[in-house]
DNA sequence: TTGAAAGCGCTAACAG
DNA sequence: CTGTTAGCGCTTTCAA
């Protein structure tokens, strides 16, 4: 293997040209002020050196370096990539290019320091501005602008783009009442989480309006993963008198409720209705009713705000709130018996 | 405009520790020679002003990154996130990070002179090696390994994987044809893609293999993409012989010849069998009869094999072939005319 | 065990 | 129009 191949330098490039760095610095830049004749010349021999600037030299030293950052625990889950969905659109649509930083992995990353450290790790040299998906921490250091999609914290001291998790848990169990269940359980998200627990107040509250009493038995803990679904619905479906729905914290979860019901040979939605939350791609084919929350949306006004940030314009709100959508479909239905 | 609020260099840290750079950069980098009290106290600083040390300087010191490239022309397209799938699990399993490199569209960067700017970008600088999907360029100047996911040239001359596109599409048109089809259309993929290439002459071959005929009105034009399919399939649907089955080069656009098929009132497999390439995530849920490509795994390979590359070990072939499978899901059934 | 100083590759005044 | 020069924040010899 050859020993460490050094890359093509301006320095290369302006020895090559007979012309100093700074001029070569000056085409790579777009400056008008440099002969054309000049111009060509060194245009010609960065072709044939097949010379790149580096990045990293360059944004040490120019503060403008039109990339967006983008920090996600886990680019393969579902979630984040209807994010990414979003935002990639929004990327295509303008003049910046995207730098998604992860490690892929939750459990690399969890914890709130560490994405201090992602966040300054782009902020403070590459980009010019970052969005954070699922962030944990409330704050952060930081000296570039920063917007947050759906962060776990209540009141984050950044600008950010949430979701109405309370209203739509509402409205799926408004809608779930109104076909006459009466029994329905409630498979929670990862607890540290702040939408998951917006979502079971929102299952509370709607049972309560409706005179409902809360069955605790029938809200069993989760961790919005499949598997994780998968298990707790069949440890609701084991109960004496099981549930005539399933509201499942988010899409993955109801997913593994799907299979739950199918293990037990329930015919869905006659047998079991199931909802989701989130609408994410899968949810559209399996025929999932399920709560859009429109995360690629949210991950393209993220994009919109952090520019207007970056440009110094002014943004409506700190908080931008997505209103969230009831999707009724084939997964839901009025319950077989009372 | 507030005046570029200056980010907390190493030099503000020594500073407030009474130390110089040069000691707080040993601290940093876990050197071994400080003196444990004043570890702790640069340490507590550290903390206390919320540094992070700034990647692009860094970077440009050291030679050892700890991150992976990833250069994706677009990071919302389902092949790519399959992709990406693979890839994101590839680097949670692993010590290295990774940082994507997008432009949002695939416009923005189609050029081949355009994905050598971004391999530079990322692997003169600030990775230690880069994962290339669908790269155009034959060659690559760098200095750091390289990897590509299922490269458009043919004999590209860096490590790839790739899929046996003209065998899976051999297996395709052999289950058809077993199934009695004898006039299958087909829509092509873009046709600056050798993949693309592959699927058709797989097609076409298939058919003459089997002694039918190639009929040429069978074949159109396509793009890779949901509308482009239903457009075509409409066009193959309104022929006065129109085909019993249709073979998309890729599942979006089968994904729209469903879409056509609905339109013109047909029944998915009765009236019309459809068949695609990738299996994508959608494809499962629509009961897509699909190649699988395993584009996950091919990202994941393609990890191992620049990890490989970095450490200087020697990889087993230049050339990695993911071999293709044969999905048979619920779209493809016997024609139901001759 | 620590500090001083030399750059890494680049941009941006400032001169000419 | 072009060259000289001073750093950006960091790591890394080399001395002390």
Redesign the interface.
């Known amino acids: 293997?050859p020993p460490?191949?050094?890359?093509v330098t301006i320095q290369d490039v302006a020895k090559a040209s007979g012309v100093s760095v700074s001029t070569v610095s000056r085409v790579l830049n777009g400056k008008v002020d440099v002969a054309d004749e000049t111009q060509a010349r060194i245009v010609g021999v960065i072709a044939k050196l097949?010379y790149?600037?580096?990045?990293?030299?360059r944004?040490?030293r120019s503060?403008k370096k039109n990339l967006i950052g983008l920090v996600v625990p886990?680019?393969?889950f579902p979630y984040s990539?209807e994010i990414?969905?979003?935002i990639?659109?929004?990327?295509?649509?303008?003049t910046y290019?995207?730098?998604?930083?992860?490690?892929?992995?939750v459990?690399?990353s969890e914890a709130a320091s560490h994405e201090?450290?992602y966040v300054?790790?782009?902020?403070?040299?590459?980009t010019d501005g970052v969005i954070i998906v699922a962030s944990a921490a409330s704050d952060f250091?930081?000296?570039a602008p920063i917007v947050a999609v759906d962060p776990h914290a209540l009141k984050p001291n950044y600008p950010s783009v949430q979701g109405t998790n309370y209203h739509g848990a509402l409205d799926i169990m408004d809608y779930l009442l109104g076909l006459g269940h009466r029994h329905i359980g409630f498979i929670c998200g990862r607890p540290e989480i702040n939408s998951a627990g917006r979502r079971l107040q929102g299952y509370r509250d709607a049972l309560t309006r409706a005179g409902v009493e809360v069955d605790e038995s029938l809200i069993v803990p989760g961790d919005f993963t499949t598997p994780g679904g998968r298990e707790r619905g069949l440890q609701l479906l084991s109960l004496a008198n099981p549930p005539t729905a399933i509201f499942a914290a988010n899409d993955q979860s109801a997913i593994g409720v799907f299979q739950a019901a199918e293990e037990r040979g329930l015919r869905v939605p006659q047998d079991l209705s199931i909802v989701g939350f989130d609408n994410i791609?899968?949810a559209?084919?399996?025929g999932l009713t399920t709560i859009d929350q429109r995360l690629a949306e949210m991950g393209y006004v993220a994009v919109q705000m952090l520019l207007k940030l970056i440009k110094?314009e002014p943004i409506d709100a700190l908080v931008h709130k997505m209103p969230t959508q009831l999707l009724v479909r084939s997964s839901c239905g009025a319950p077989s018996r009372p």
Do not use: C, F, P, W
């Open positions: 293997m460490k191949k050094r890359s097949g790149t600037s580096n990045l990293a030299a944004s040490m503060h886990d680019i393969g990539i990414m969905k979003g990639n659109q929004a990327i295509a649509e303008s290019d995207l730098l998604v930083y992860t490690t892929g992995d459990q690399k201090q450290h300054s790790l782009l902020n403070n040299s590459l250091i930081t000296n791609t899968e559209k084919y399996l110094n």
